[in-house]
């Protein structure tokens, strides 16, 4: 009875949206508001400032509704484009936020960002760290406190000279990881098929990422993986899978159903095993200050003994960069292995880059795979279309602005909607074709910069960006340099679901054809 009593509220609500033509919904090929009612009853009081209460809103019951009823709920980015069509590029959603359809709107409110900008509301992922007496890290901290250990995280990894000198330890990793492709193809009936791509690539971004954080190697390339490692990957399938049901839901509903539980027992198992990994160093270190011996190392040696982090806040940072090093990495590169199998010009494009700017019998560095500019754009051009994130916000704290034409009091939440920018054909014409040469320098039409803003803006922006676009660049540039990679036939069409970050529907295989080389041993 509830549940036909809310799907009569809504669609009496939205009907005549639902049903009207599409000539006559509220958005025009420029992304402005057509005449819709809300606009025509604006165009009569042109003198009156116009405010939130005069955007296109969507109610709660409605919103319900669409992820219950409609299915919407593992596809949020598409409830993106279908709420775009209904209410143009600005309206209010229905958990209190405005949202941003354009990257002229994106812009014109990052350019009035304060001077400690505001991500939004991450109150559900600083309650576990409450509970637990764990700092906050980059992600979850605010304010004054927020750049300060801004300024710190940077140092060693925001730099392009910085992140640099992760390129020999990346290269490993991509080495062993290429001895597992060819191993798993030579396990294959057709001896040269991966399965599972996406899950492979999980476990070399886990090894990357963690190489550099904790300076040590966790076996995610090995032929079993140690259980430790597999329950934290566990952990963070758990996490990310109730996080969007934890931010939605009211906080009296986490007593009577079990996601809450479920929720705060993925962080358990991310924390556990992070502080396992810090702990194991700070015993390192202490050992050699003891025996007085020099305390040298990377990232993690760098901030347990030259800071004045308190181990709280290392907890907390340390595990937040591990959670960001892993999907940003690894789901872009499913997209664009993916994307390349089935495009072979702009994979052959792309091989005729990497395999003509570095010997075949040199391993490349930081400085040769950044000078390549297709290599970048096929990444960028991954990230366009399977933005990691497809939604990010922002509060504007300490005063009152103007967005758009509306004006906003201070403390009002924006949700920059990233995937219906990043597919507005007005932006980027045949929006779902992967297109990389979009992002060269030669093209005349290149987009609008806010137009597609994977790893943020400003002061605010990736901490880990440098090093994540580092270990991208390097393993594409292997396996594109030995391998031809072609689809499974059998995939059919694999679409995108939301589970906090953009995942396949179903599993992705490939088949990874050896090239000629001239040198047998080229790595």
């Not at 991500?119 to 979850?140: I, L």
């Amino acid at each position: 009875m509830a549940a036909w009593l809310l799907r009569r509220l809504v669609t009496r609500n939205d009907s005549w949206l639902l049903h009207c033509p599409i000539s006559q919904t509220p958005v025009c090929s420029r992304g402005v508001s057509r005449a819709s009612p809300a606009s025509r009853a604006l165009s009569t009081m042109q003198d009156k400032p116009r405010t939130a209460e005069d955007l296109p809103r969507v109610s709660f019951l409605e919103l319900l509704y669409r992820l219950v009823f409609q299915g919407f709920y593992n596809r949020l980015h598409e409830l993106q484009l279908y709420e775009k069509q209904l209410y143009g590029p600005i309206y209010r959603d229905g958990i209190g936020s405005v949202c941003l359809n354009t990257p002229e709107l994106v812009e014109e409110i990052l350019r009035k960002d304060d001077k400690f900008p505001c991500r939004g509301d991450m109150g559900v992922w600083r309650e576990y760290r409450d509970m637990r007496g764990f700092g906050y890290g980059p992600f979850t901290d605010e304010g004054e406190t927020w750049y300060k250990l801004r300024v710190v995280l940077n140092k060693r990894m925001l730099h392009p000279k910085e992140s640099a000198r992760y390129s020999g330890t990346f290269n490993e990793v991509v080495k062993d990881f290429i001895k597992k492709i060819r191993y798993m193809r030579q396990c294959s009936p057709t001896g040269d098929s991966v399965t599972n791509m996406a899950n492979e690539l999980y476990l070399f971004s886990l090894e990357g990422i963690a190489s550099v954080l904790f300076e040590t190697r966790l076996g995610c390339l090995e032929k079993k993986i140690p259980a430790g490692t597999q329950d934290f990957i566990s952990a963070i399938a758990q996490m990310l899978s109730y996080n969007t049901t934890v931010f939605i839901l009211p906080r009296w509903s986490r007593n009577l159903l079990p996601y809450w539980g479920r929720y705060i027992a993925g962080w358990e198992g991310i924390f556990s095993f992070a502080k396992k990994l810090i702990d194991k160093k700070m015993e390192l270190i202490e050992q050699r200050v003891n025996n007085h011996q020099d305390v040298e190392g990377e990232y993690l040696t760098y901030l347990l003994s030259n800071t004045q982090m308190s181990i709280k806040d290392v907890y907390g940072s340390v595990t937040e960069l591990l959670l960001a090093g892993v999907d940003t990495t690894s789901n872009t590169l499913t997209w664009a292995l993916h994307e390349l199998s089935r495009n072979p010009h702009v994979q052959d494009r792309l091989y005729k880059e990497v395999s003509t700017m570095v010997p075949s019998d040199q391993i490349p560095t930081a400085a040769d795979v950044t000078r390549m500019p297709y290599l970048k754009a096929v990444i960028k051009e991954a990230l366009r279309m399977y933005p990691v994130v497809s939604l990010n916000a922002r509060i504007i704290a300490e005063r009152n602005v103007s967005i758009g034409g509306y004006h906003f009091p201070k403390k009002t939440a924006f949700s920059f909607c990233h995937y219906a920018i990043s597919h507005d054909e007005n932006t980027f014409p045949d929006s779902f074709a992967f297109k990389p040469e979009r992002w060269l320098r030669d093209n005349p039409e290149r987009p609008n910069p806010f137009s597609s803003l994977p790893f943020g803006f400003g002061v605010r922006g990736c901490v880990g960006r440098r090093i994540a676009e580092l270990e991208m660049y390097l393993l594409l540039f292997q396996l594109i340099r030995q391998f031809e990679i072609k689809p499974d036939p059998t995939l059919g069409e694999l679409k995108s679901i939301n589970r906090t970050v953009l995942v396949p529907d179903k599993q992705l295989n490939l088949h990874f054809v050896d090239r000629r080389c001239e040198n047998t041993d080229c790595y």
